[in-house]
């Protein structure tokens, strides 16, 4: 995704939390009663099938059952969306926006809050909020910028490895260990080109294993090792998917935890693919959603960021069986009916229950400078 330079222009409670709790319904009544008959436009990426199929066929009807029609825009980059609201503000168009409620990366959040773009202090007052912790740093913290009330949880995510048991019985667990299988392999690892978003997240999780320096010093070790000595790196996930699925690489890799599931469901990976993660920890990031201040339809908005919170909802996307994507919802905050169906999803070959040690990820603002001395230093 790229990203728009901007300048500033429960169970088990307590009598307190439990009043909170009802005070949170009594106040969203409200904004569910003012949100009927409104049409929210959702502007989101929409390059991926399955999660376009799950909003459509999902998110959807829940809306219409409560009065509000979702409107999907499909994007191929959350800058699309982030002009057109600047656009609106440099026009002097404080209310009646087109946007109203995007997914946002954390880039874009980061540039858009500083420029005072989204409406502040609602997230946490959503009712499905109680499910929430907001004093977790991975919830709180948006690429280490907090989130203040500006955006909503709605996906969790994780970098994830993939090798093929037939071919590699024991793929390397830690960032040394690559390297040396990758001496003992040439050829047999690469991965995307920064700014391809997996390729620079794989960079973002050797920086936050080694440190700046020496992560670079690693990333030049390897580049002549890699596919065609370096020379030529896949540009997106998919081509280096292509590259795993025939047998021209051992590894591929993703930021979304289900990959090789979907990949084998559609015969793209051989059942013999597996997932792994490497012992200096698991880049990991959570996916929001945010209202821009001057949308025509925050209420409606609202009812829609919530709804993305359900219980039921969270729980149809994290089933392995279809998209498989792990839950925001802390699971101690569940009716224990809940918690037993998050428990009861099934369990998978090509899904990691335990995703390893979390490394949160950079601050948004190290992103580009990290993805531009890439270019000096490794791609050359």
């Known amino acids: ?103 946002i990366n954390g880039e874009n959040f980061a540039a858009g809050k500083q420029a005072g773009l989204w409406l502040e202090d609602w997230s946490e007052d959503l009712a499905n909020s109680r499910y929430v912790d907001f004093s977790d740093p991975s919830i709180s913290k948006d690429f280490q910028v907090p989130i203040e009330g500006q955006e909503a949880p709605w996906s969790r995510a994780a970098l994830i490895y993939a090798s093929d048991e037939r071919r590699v019985s024991r793929p390397p667990r830690d960032l040394d260990a690559l390297l040396t299988w990758a001496r003992k392999h040439p050829g047999r690892f690469t991965y995307p080109a920064p700014p391809d978003f997996t390729g620079s997240a794989f960079v973002r999780q050797v920086v936050q294993a080694k440190g700046e320096d020496e992560a670079f010093a690693y990333l030049r070790q390897l580049k002549p090792l890699q596919y065609r000595r370096g020379r030529v790196l896949p540009k997106s996930e998919a081509e280096l998917n292509r590259l795993f699925a025939n047998d021209e690489v051992d590894f591929a890799m993703s930021y979304e935890p289900n990959f090789i599931a979907t990949a084998v469901r559609r015969g793209q990976f051989p059942r013999s693919a597996r997932p792994f993660v ?18 025509a339809h925050r209420a409606g908005a609202q009812v829609v960021a919530d709804l993305l919170l359900s219980p039921e909802l969270q729980a149809v996307k994290a089933d392995p069986e279809g998209l498989g994507i792990p839950s925001v919802l802390d699971m101690d905050r569940l009716p224990a009916d809940m918690r037993k169906r998050f428990s009861a999803l099934s369990s998978s070959p090509y899904r990691l229950d335990d995703l390893g040690r979390p490394l949160s990820e950079l601050p948004a603002g190290r992103i580009a400078p990290l993805e531009e001395r890439w270019k000096r230093e490794v791609l050359r």
Request: charged share 25%.
């Open 278 to 295: 490497l012992s200096e920890g698991t880049l990991t990031n959570v996916s929001y959603v945010t209202i821009p201040a001057n949308a």
């Open 1 to 103: 995704m790229g990203v728009f330079a901007l300048t500033a222009a429960g169970c088990g409670s307590g009598p307190e939390e439990t009043a909170a709790t009802g005070a949170r319904e009594t106040s969203f009544a409200d904004i569910r009663s003012e949100a009927r008959g409104q049409t929210v436009r959702w502007w989101m990426y929409g390059g991926d099938d399955r999660i376009n199929a799950y909003v459509d066929e999902r998110v959807k009807p829940a809306a219409e059952r409560l009065g509000v029609k979702l409107e999907r825009v499909p994007i191929s980059d959350t800058t699309d969306a982030v002009q057109r609201v600047v656009a609106e503000r440099r026009a002097g168009k404080d209310s009646g926006g087109a946007v109203d409620l995007i997914w």
